[in-house]
C-alpha cells in the first residue's frame, strides 16, 4: 500500500550547522511532495514543497532534492537556528490524480542546540 | 489573508457520545482535507470535500463522517466516542488540485474520557 518512510524520527544539531531528513516513498505515481514543520501546540505548516518534474528546490536556508527513480527526498537545512526546534514531516499525494490525500512520514524531532 | 479555522481548539467527551468539529478553509479554497494526529500513529488521513463531495476516504471506521458545505466548510463527525478516538484532528484547505499546496489549521484536541 502507500507509505513513507522518515528518518531519523530524532536529530540534535549544533546552532550553524546542517540537518538532513530523509524519506522514501513507495507509490511511484506520487508526483508531489511537500515537507511541513510543527511547533508544538499548533498546526503543520507548509515550509517547502516539490514536484516530480523538478530535482530541486531552494528557498532561502531550506532546500529540498527528489530522485524519482530512486523513490526518495530529502530536506536540507543549513546554518539553523534554535527557532528551527520542531519535528518536521515528509508528505507525498497518495495516489496519482486530482486528490489531496497526503501519505505522512513519521516525523522527525529536530532539536537545534544553542 | 485568513488562515484555515477550526473550531473549537480542545473538546472533552465521555465514550459513547458524539462530536461536531468544525473547518473553515481559506477564502477560495475548495478542497478540505481531514488527518487525525497521534503519537502513536502519526498523521493519517481521514476524508477529503470538494465541492460538497467526498472525494477520498481513508481508513477509519463508518462512525468517522464527513460533510462540506457550498461555502466549502466542514465539518467532521464522530459517533460513538471511544477512548482511542482522542487525538488530534487537523484539516487542511488547498484550492482543490491534487498537487498543490495544503494549509493547516491549529487542530482540535479532542480527548475521550
Known amino acids: 500500500g502507500e507509505n513513507v518512510e522518515q528518518h531519523p524520527s530524532t536529530l540534535s544539531v549544533q546552532e550553524g550547522d546542517s540537518a538532513v531528513i530523509k524519506c522514501t516513498y513507495s507509490?511511484?505515481?506520487?508526483?508531489?511532495f511537500p515537507w511541513y514543520k510543527q511547533e508544538l501546540g499548533k498546526g503543520p505548516q507548509l515550509i517547502i514543497d516539490i514536484r516530480s518534474n523538478v530535482g530541486e528546490k531552494k528557498d532561502q536556508r531550506i532546500a529540498v532534492t527528489l530522485n524519482k527513480t530512486a523513490k526518495h527526498f530529502s530536506l536540507h537545512i543549513t546554518e539553523t537556528q534554535p527557532e528551527d526546534s520542531a519535528v518536521y514531516f515528509c508528505a507525498a499525494v497518495g495516489i496519482s490524480g486530482n486528490t489531496g490525500k497526503l501519505i505522512f512520514g513519521q516525523g522527525t524531532t529536530l532539536q537545534v542546540k544553542p | 489573508k485568513a488562515g484555515v479555522t477550526q473550531t473549537p481548539r480542545y473538546l472533552i467527551k465521555t465514550r459513547g457520545q458524539q462530536v461536531t468539529l468544525s473547518c473553515s478553509p481559506i477564502?477560495?479554497?475548495?478542497?478540505v482535507s481531514w488527518y487525525q494526529q497521534t503519537p502513536g500513529q502519526g498523521l493519517q488521513f481521514l476524508f477529503e470535500?470538494?465541492?460538497?463531495?467526498?472525494?477520498n476516504k481513508g481508513n477509519f471506521p463508518g462512525r468517522f463522517s464527513g460533510r462540506q458545505f457550498s461555502n466549502s466548510r466542514s465539518e467532521m463527525n464522530v459517533s460513538t466516542l471511544e477512548l482511542g478516538d482522542s487525538a488530534l484532528y487537523l484539516c487542511?484547505?488547498?484550492?482543490?488540485?491534487?498537487?498543490?499546496?495544503?494549509?493547516f489549521g491549529q487542530g482540535t484536541r479532542l480527548t475521550v474520557v
Open positions: 477564502s477560495g479554497h475548495r478542497s
Open positions: 470535500y470538494f465541492s460538497e463531495t467526498q472525494r
Open positions: 507509490d511511484s505515481a506520487s508526483n508531489y
Open positions: 487542511a484547505s488547498s484550492l482543490g488540485g491534487g498537487n498543490t499546496e495544503a494549509f
